[in-house]
């Protein structure tokens, strides 16, 4: 990553926390809605929704890079976007929504954690986009840890779930980790602005809904204010304007170090379950957020292990391909991302 201001750094900072928030609350959202409506029609309405909210933005502002075209013109570009619209939107969207009609809100945020695990297997195994030094080996462990606590298995019965429902939500957790790795090999070195970016990934999930609809969506509905409320922030903002946030630590951090979001999901998916809907809190929560947030410092590198500080900075280079359609200079316009960022330098 190139050196930007503070105000940049800080910038994506906030923005991932407020990710962390958002997409945290999401699950409790899921649950309230699905008191009226079902679990395709929970998954329809956020891409459609966040797939027409993104796309009033890149209308109003279209956006460029450096006075290029505001949507891409390759057909490749395209296919890419395909790709990564199934696998991080469609199918874990809808698998989550599904999952929480037998889990808890608490449980599947929780079991959201996982995905960077995932995306560490898949960017540094599968599209060798990354290696990781070992000082964010053991932040992953540490956070994986911390999720563990908060799960308390030796009370398991505080956060029960249908094992099918627990699957279903270990399956979006892969989808994710895929999607992260995916979207870093193909994508993220093409100079396409971070609004055209979330834009293109929602809004074609959001066509596939519609294409669809009369499998995932047609059915009766119940609605009240709190269904209707749940619906509209999972989709203009959960949806929406958080994917643009997500775009932008994505590029500045690099696939497992943005991946740590959900070490925060879990933490407010928790909480919320707790103060909204009664569900169990114990010593364990706040035990295991304290190590997810350890398990962050150390994978974004802010905390370090003692010794080897050379070999960790060989170890975090990313591994690029050479390909020649990604630009060296691929930063968005007007509040953009930077493009993709070496890990050593991965810092907010």
Request: aromatic share 8%; proline share 6%; net charge positive.
């Amino acid at each position: 990553m190139r050196d930007v201001p503070a105000a940049g750094r800080t910038r994506v900072t906030l923005q991932f926390l407020g990710m962390g928030v958002v997409w945290g609350s999401s699950f409790l959202f899921m649950k309230v809605a699905l008191e009226g409506v079902t679990f395709g029609q929970v998954a329809w309405s956020r891409l459609v929704l966040g797939g027409f909210t993104l796309g009033l933005i890149v209308l109003v502002s279209r956006p460029r890079v450096a006075n290029g075209p505001v949507l891409p013109r390759e057909k490749v570009v395209w296919l890419h976007f395909l790709v990564i619209a199934i696998t991080g939107c469609v199918v874990p969207h809808l698998l989550f929504a599904w999952a929480e009609q037998y889990v808890s809100s608490s449980l599947a945020s929780i079991y959201n954690a996982v995905t960077p695990i995932m995306t560490a297997v898949m960017a540094t195994l599968a599209f060798r986009v990354e290696r990781l030094a070992r000082g964010q080996v053991a932040g992953i462990l540490v956070g994986i840890a911390g999720v563990v606590v908060i799960i308390a298995p030796w009370r398991y019965a505080a956060l029960t779930g249908d094992l099918w429902g627990q699957l279903a939500c270990l399956g979006a957790a892969v989808c994710y980790g895929f999607t992260f790795g995916y979207t870093r090999r193909f994508l993220s070195g093409r100079p396409i602005a971070p609004a055209t970016f979330a834009f293109l990934n929602i809004g074609i999930a959001g066509a596939i809904m519609l294409v669809a609809t009369p499998v995932v969506a047609a059915h009766p509905v119940a609605l009240t204010v709190p269904i209707v409320a749940g619906l509209l922030t999972l989709g203009a903002l959960g949806t929406g304007v958080a994917y643009i946030w997500h775009i932008n630590v994505l590029r500045a951090w690099g696939p497992t170090n943005a991946s740590t979001v959900t070490y925060v999901t879990p933490v407010v998916g928790v909480l919320l379950g707790v103060l909204v809907l009664s569900e169990t809190f114990s010593w364990h929560e706040p035990a295991g957020a304290a190590l997810v947030l350890l398990g962050i410092l150390l994978t974004q590198r802010r905390l370090r292990l003692p010794g080897r500080a050379g070999s960790a900075r060989r170890l975090a280079r990313p591994v690029r391909a050479a390909r020649p359609a990604e630009s060296a200079g691929s930063s968005g316009s007007s509040g953009s991302a930077e493009s993709p960022a070496p890990l050593q330098r991965s810092r907010s």
